[in-house]
């Protein structure tokens, strides 16, 4: 049975041979872009020396921040292990750029999940709502942006403080946004205000593209550790980078005003950090291929499954499985191939701040790292399971062997001779 799976995965990759090579090429050039980022910015050894107490003139500290900056294509940057999670830093990038009495702009919908609270849609205590600045968006159209409506909702409003972007596609059902589209609204936003700030959620977007959205205009933009630019070593934390007085605000927000980013010591040393940012653009080409080969894989068996090229640049395959048990068997199988509690069995449980159960697998050395090979998904129709990261593509062909394994022996799939 699983000679049968191996020789359809090897048939896949094979088929996306084309697909690979383009990963491959862009992998290369961002590989020389960080490389670039260490010389120009002298990283040497002594940047790994852990520091302690306020955490003055820490060199590590500075140094990441220049290196993240260089990389990333931005004029600054904050890089600190102080950001608990991804929504943590957005979340200070949100509130240091609001003003209260003025209208915070989605131009892309709703905000992913955890943000909503942040925006405080149901009064929730330290919110922006609580703080007076009201929440306005704009959905998304058939193909992205819908400029037109986002221009009217600039005409309207007298005060915007932000306008914000979401840039990968969380768990809706469309593709990332390009960073091409990105710049095209910026440049079409600042045109109508040029006094409005630009804030984009970057999670899940690093080094997918030869640029970010700071090359294309943006403010600020902010995105977690455990996920891309963390290359699967960082251990927590998040960074945001763009135009120095934003960074500053941030830093601000973060620490205290008058502190900003001159304090915050850490004694547990950077290096995973930076040995985190040079490993990246190697571990988001293999989590890249990894989610091509996955949906590819279900989408020859009749499913419905992103993504369904290279161009949009996901880490995450969606598989629209149909049904509770497809789902379970899914991220058990998952779960089975994991290096960490692979003893595990996921079952469905009620998770805060979500409506439906959810059912989880991740068997991760940092946890929660969703660059990491994971799968989720909340238990309602049309159940779809949405599967994410891979230090190795290798790793991630061999848990889609367990879960194709799983699939013939509960009669949900037929492979292909
Ligand atoms: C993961 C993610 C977040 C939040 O990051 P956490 O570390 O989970 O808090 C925000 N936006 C997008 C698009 C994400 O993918």
């Known amino acids: 049975m699983s000679q049968q799976s191996r020789a359809f995965i090897e048939k896949i990759e094979a088929s996306l041979e084309g697909e690979f090579a383009q990963i491959r090429k862009l992998r290369r050039q961002k590989q020389a872009d960080v490389l670039e980022a260490f010389r120009e910015e002298g990283v040497a050894a002594h940047y790994f020396n852990p520091s302690l107490g306020y955490g003055y003139d820490d060199v590590g500290r500075d140094g990441l921040d220049r290196v993240f900056a260089r990389a990333l294509g931005a004029e600054d940057a904050l890089v600190r292990p102080q950001f608990a999670s991804g929504t943590h830093v957005i979340a200070c990038c949100m509130a240091a750029l609001s003003r209260p009495g003025a209208t915070f702009l989605s131009i892309t919908g709703q905000p992913y999940d955890t ?5 405080g849609l149901h009064g929730e205590e330290g919110s922006l709502a609580r703080w007076g600045v009201a929440y306005k968006e704009v959905a998304l159209g058939e193909n992205g942006i819908d400029l037109d409506a986002a221009g009217r909702a600039l005409q309207e409003e007298k005060d915007i403080c932000v306008v914000y972007l979401q840039r990968s596609r969380g768990y809706a059902w ?3 946004l390009s960073v091409e589209d990105i710049g095209a609204a910026i440049r079409y936003v600042k045109k109508v205000r040029p006094d409005v700030r630009v804030l984009v959620d970057n999670c899940y977007g690093e080094f997918v593209q030869r640029l970010e959205p700071c090359a294309v205009g943006a403010d600020l933009m902010a995105g ?10 960082a251990p927590t934390g998040g960074y945001c980078a763009g135009k120095k007085a934003c960074v500053e605000a941030v830093a601000n927000r973060l620490f205290a ?18 040995q985190g940012l040079f490993m ?29 090229g290279a161009d ?21 199988a998952v779960q089975h191939a994991a290096p960490v509690d692979a003893m595990a069995v996921p079952e469905p449980w009620d998770m805060p701040g979500y409506a439906d159960p959810v059912i989880m ?14 799968a989720d998904a909340p238990m309602r129709e049309p159940y779809i399971v949405y599967m994410q990261g891979g230090l190795t593509l290798d790793h991630v ?9 799983a699939f013939v022996a509960g009669g949900l799939a037929c492979l292909p001779e």
């Open 115 to 119: 943000l909503l609270q942040v925006l």
């Open 174 to 176: 469309r593709r990332s």
């Open 224 to 233: 977690s550790l455990i996920k891309n630019p963390g290359g699967g070593l």
């Open 257 to 274: 005003p008058g502190i900003g980013r001159e304090e915050g010591s850490y004694a547990a040393s950077y290096r995973p950090y930076y």
């Open 280 to 308: 990246a653009p190697h571990v988001v080409a293999e989590a890249r291929m990894g989610a091509l080969l996955v949906s590819t894989a279900f989408r020859k068996l009749g499913y419905k499954a992103l993504p369904d």
């Open 312 to 332: 949009g640049g996901d880490l995450i395959a969606s598989v629209e499985l149909g049904s509770a048990e497809a789902l379970k068997r899914f991220c058990r």
């Open 361 to 374: 697998a991740a068997g991760a050395f940092v946890q929660g790292a969703s660059i990491e090979l994971s």
């Open 397 to 405: 062909a061999i848990a889609l062997e367990e879960v194709l394994d």
